[in-house]
């Protein structure tokens, strides 16, 4: 990994530790707020320093870990997430959220065919008549 002393990129970091697909996402995330350090919004080029806290917002999930390790380079998952280490109140707030999720997807039952023209027609209308 990297020198324990040296900081790393905020964005560089969250995309070594696997949060992000990319550094541009990582970035745009950053600058949309989704990306907070030490309670704070930050910048993409501040430096992360081991010991730091990070809150990660990516769709429904709130992340929070703490900085245990710090890298510039991308490697494999088991790595990566040595990385890092995520809180008690994160992880049960994570399941909690996927358990809703889970429960919501199970009372959805999908139509068994594709609506028609006359159902299409209908469902614009209802859609207009609303005020959509």
Not at 23 to 33: D, L, N, S
Request: hydrophobic share 35%; aromatic share 6%.
């Amino acid at each position: 990994m990297s020198e324990p002393h040296a900081g790393v990129r905020l964005d560089r970091w969250l995309w070594a530790a696997r949060f992000f697909k990319t550094r541009a996402q990582a970035k745009q995330a950053i600058e949309g707020g989704k990306v907070r350090l030490c309670g704070g919004r930050a910048k993409a080029s501040r430096p992360v320093n081991v010991g730091d806290a990070l809150s990660i917002t990516r769709g429904d999930d709130c992340t929070d870990v703490r900085v245990v390790e710090l890298s510039e380079q991308r490697h494999s998952a088991p790595l990566a997430q040595r990385l890092y280490e995520e809180t008690e109140q994160s992880k049960a707030r994570r399941t909690a959220n996927a358990e809703r999720r889970r429960l919501e997807r199970a009372a959805f039952t999908a139509p068994a065919t594709r609506p028609s023209k006359r159902d299409r027609r209908a469902l614009t209308e209802l859609k207009y008549e609303q005020g959509e």
